[in-house]
């Protein structure tokens, strides 16, 4: 029995392709089936989610800072968050609102940073360095 497991090994690879491994035509079929059962709802939502996560590293992370960017992310998160399912919106929003309040944080550093320098000319001629009524400094998408 023995034997013959290993002449078929030396014979070269059989119906299945090397080593057991699926033919490119079974692979093609099995893709295929995989994407009769994708919906469009879990491909915006795993879109939402990426999209997420690249701003949240633009925003958090020192040497690929980029505030416009991670502005640009949240903007398309919140416009994707009607369309996916309803059971996965809370979540989606949560995770939008804790990236603009993390947005904030950083946004806010560099003003402050600015505004210190301006404040103390500014405090000379005015007193004080208070922003204008109703502005938070905290930075919410269009439409909120």
């Known amino acids: 029995m023995a034997d013959e497991e290993e002449q078929q090994r030396a014979a070269g690879p059989g119906p299945e392709g090397e080593a057991g491994q699926p033919t490119e035509e079974e692979l093609r079929a099995q893709l295929e089936d995989e994407i009769r059962k994708v919906r469009v709802e879990d491909v915006v939502l795993q879109s939402a989610v990426s999209i997420l996560n690249l701003s949240a590293r633009r925003i958090a992370i ?4 980029d ?56 405090q000379g001629e005015q007193g004080t360095s208070e922003r204008p009524e109703g502005d938070s400094g905290l930075w919410t998408p269009p439409g909120t």
């Open 62 to 65: 020192d040497e690929e800072r």
């Open 67 to 122: 505030l416009d960017q991670a502005k640009v992310g949240i903007d398309a998160a919140r416009a994707l968050a009607d369309l996916v399912k309803s059971d996965a919106q809370p979540q989606l929003r949560q995770a939008i609102s804790e990236l603009q309040l993390l947005y904030a944080k950083h946004a806010g550093e560099g003003t402050a940073e600015e505004g210190e320098a301006e404040g103390a000319e500014s």
